[in-house]
């Protein structure tokens, strides 16, 4: 991650991009709603793809609405015929290291990875202040959020490693706000990963909207996804009809599995934290979840 500059208000900064990622108040009450379910360590028996060896990977240049976007995507160099897409989503810093580093990862367990670009020119936030800013431009305009997401899968479908039928996205903080929201609009995607992201909103999933699957991991120590929101997702979700996992990690803070979150939260004051183990087993839930809806990758 971009190394960040001091910030007078850090957490009240951090707060407000989780507000406006969720397009509504964090604060939606559903007291009395269902418990989430706490991560077991255990996993659930799924066959994974095995990890291939070799990994090739190239920065991308594509546009949406007159404004130009840089990606990264990442495939298995040794993989024959096409392969299932995934959709990587960043979080509010912008297009760093870390979001590259998780399309690399998906490579290679055989999957064909865009780490795409919310914000435009690939740019990246210098310090939290700037990362509100430019979260704002963007998850305040859903047209303009779901221009740039639209064109980052049209241009992963139509790769010619790429099975275009079968595709996925994973998002993480503000980016699993974005694939959330891509999926309460009906967005066709085989499945969506939520990590720490929030997930309140004022334009809730309608019955029947979205037929893929979706994973959301979630801290249970994470003041931007209180369990009252929680619980309003839960709701949501059964009301719907959709077919949703949700993992709690009891003692996982915001940004959990971005391994740089420990100093960023310490320096800039903000419950930031990364946690080796939420993040290895919030992985294998994926890595699970793509090889149930993938089963012959």
């Not at 507000?19 to 028996?45: D, R």
């Not at 580093?101 to 020119?121: F, N, P, S, T």
């Not at 039928?165 to 309460?184: H, Q, S």
């Not at 004022?202 to 009252?228: N, R």
Request: proline share 6%; charged share 20%.
């Amino acid at each position: 991650m971009t190394m960040l500059r001091n910030l007078d208000r850090p957490f009240s900064a951090l707060l407000l991009c989780a507000t406006i990622a969720a397009g509504c108040s964090s604060g939606e009450s559903s007291a009395g709603g269902p418990e989430p379910q706490i991560a077991p360590a255990t996993t659930s028996g799924a066959e994974t793809p095995a990890p291939l060896a070799q990994v090739e990977g190239k920065e991308v240049v594509y546009e949406a609405n007159g404004t130009q976007l840089k990606g990264f995507i990442a495939y298995p160099a040794n993989a024959t015929g096409k392969r299932p897409g995934v959709l990587v989503i960043h979080e509010w810093w912008g297009h760093t290291d870390y979001v590259r580093m998780r399309a690399q990862k998906l490579a290679e367990l055989g999957y064909v990875a865009l780490a795409l670009d919310m914000y435009g020119e690939g740019k990246q936030a210098a310090h939290p202040e700037d990362a509100t800013k430019m979260m704002m431009e963007v998850m305040g305009n859903l047209e303009v959020a779901t221009k740039r997401f639209g064109a980052a899968k049209a241009l992963l479908e139509s790769d010619p490693r790429t099975d275009a039928t079968r595709i996925a996205a994973v998002g993480y903080c503000m980016g699993g706000a974005v694939a959330l929201n891509m999926a309460r609009a009906g967005t066709d995607l085989d499945a969506i990963a939520v990590f720490h992201g929030n997930l309140a909103t004022q334009q809730p999933m309608a019955a029947g909207a979205y037929k893929g699957k979706i994973l959301v991991a979630s801290g249970g120590a994470d003041p931007f996804v209180p369990p009252e929101q929680v619980q309003a997702f839960e709701k949501e979700m059964q009301a719907a009809g959709a077919d949703y996992k949700l993992d709690l990690y009891p003692n996982a803070k915001h940004a959990f599995t971005n391994p740089d979150a420990t100093e960023n939260g310490e320096k800039f004051k903000i419950p930031l934290a990364y946690d080796a183990q939420a993040d290895a087993e919030s992985w294998k839930k994926l890595e699970e979840l793509l090889a149930q809806v993938w089963p012959a990758s």
